[in-house]
């Protein structure tokens, strides 16, 4: 029986082994064709791959030399970086030098200038004082009062130029001395001087009085008669008036000679100029008594009747009711305040 039983197995081993040969050569040729491929691959691939690593070579090479160049550029920055941060820190060291050589030249010029600053202070505080004083002298020995406000105004120009507290109390002095003068009611020199220069031009115009009246009414009585009549009238006027006895009085004059004429005018004409120099030197009684001379003048030797005379009489009655007395301070508050200050301490 067993026998049949391998007869019967036989005939499948042979059909098993048909496809198994198959299978082997189509794994053969499989693996031809991918050896193929590979090479196909390996022989297409190899060019670009040899070049690519060229080219990565290169790169890499000129990766170093650039990392060799940026490098030293590097180092040369650095060195220079060096040199300028020491060249800075030398030039920071000479600039602190510097910087305490100008602080210390600072200071002494500090010093210089307040050392000018007191001197210019002490210089312009005594030429305070003496505009002052010298205003002090224009209002109570040449009674100018217009000079005397310009002094002071000057000092406080000059004290307005230093900012300094300690003057302040100086300046508010002289600017209350200013306007005290200032607020003063000056007489009016000028209409006075007006009045009187107007009296002495009209003095030659002045009739006299004297007795000229009686002989202008026997010349009238002369020329009313014939040159007989005339030739005698002059006769008996020359005989009775040869020798003549009269009383005198003070009042009247007998008639005067040209040189007594022209010396009554000068005597009014001086009257009349020591009352206006009186006026312009604030001098109120010389100028009363010289205007109260000229009216006694103007009264006893000319014409009181005449109109002329009588308008000079009022004017010289007008001129001696105005006073030209100058109302002056006691005293200047400046001055006092200069005497305050200590000078000695401002110039040092």
Excluded: C
Excluded at 102 to 114: S, V
Excluded at 140 to 163: F, K, N, Y
């Amino acid at each position: 029986m067993s026998e049949p039983l391998q007869a019967e197995h036989t005939p499948e081993k042979t059909t098993e082994k048909k496809p198994g040969n198959l299978v082997a050569w189509l794994s053969m040729v499989l693996n031809l064709l991918l050896v193929g491929v590979v090479s196909a691959a390996l022989y297409w691939l190899w060019p670009q791959w040899s070049g690519l690593q060229q080219r990565q070579q290169q790169l890499s090479e000129q990766q170093q030399q650039s990392l060799s160049t940026v490098q030293q550029q590097q180092q040369v920055i650095s060195q220079k970086l060096e040199q300028q941060l020491a060249s800075l820190q030398t030039q920071l060291s000479q600039a602190s030098v510097q910087l305490q050589q100008q602080q210390e030249q600072l200071r002494a010029l500090q010093q210089d200038q307040q050392k000018q600053l007191s001197s210019s202070t002490a210089w312009l505080l005594w030429q305070s004082q003496q505009l002052v004083q010298l205003a002090g002298q224009k209002i109570w020995l040449e009674q100018d009062i217009p000079a005397a406000v310009r002094l002071l105004t000057g000092a406080e120009q000059q004290l307005s130029t230093v900012q300094d507290p300690a003057f302040m109390p100086l300046r508010q002095a002289l600017v209350a001395d200013i306007q005290a003068l200032q607020q003063q009611p000056l007489p009016q020199l000028g209409s006075i001087q007006l009045e009187l220069t107007q009296l002495r031009q009209q003095i030659l115009s002045l009739p006299l009085r004297q007795s000229e009246y009686a002989l202008q009414q026997a010349t009238e009585q002369v020329q009313a008669q014939d040159w007989q009549g005339r030739f005698w009238q002059q006769w008996d006027l020359f005989w009775a008036t040869l020798v003549q006895v009269r009383p005198t009085a003070p009042e009247d004059v007998a008639v005067l000679s040209a040189e007594q004429q022209l010396s009554l005018r000068n005597t009014l004409t001086q009257q009349l100029l020591l009352a206006e120099l009186a006026a312009l030197k604030y001098q109120n009684e010389p100028y009363q008594s010289a205007l109260q001379q000229a009216m006694d003048t103007l009264q006893r030797y000319f014409r009181a009747a005449d109109p002329l005379v009588q308008q000079s009489a009022e004017r010289l009655t007008h001129l001696s009711g105005l006073s030209v007395v100058l109302p002056v301070p006691a005293r200047l508050h400046s001055a006092e305040v200069l005497n305050e200050l200590d000078l000695t301490e401002k110039r040092l």
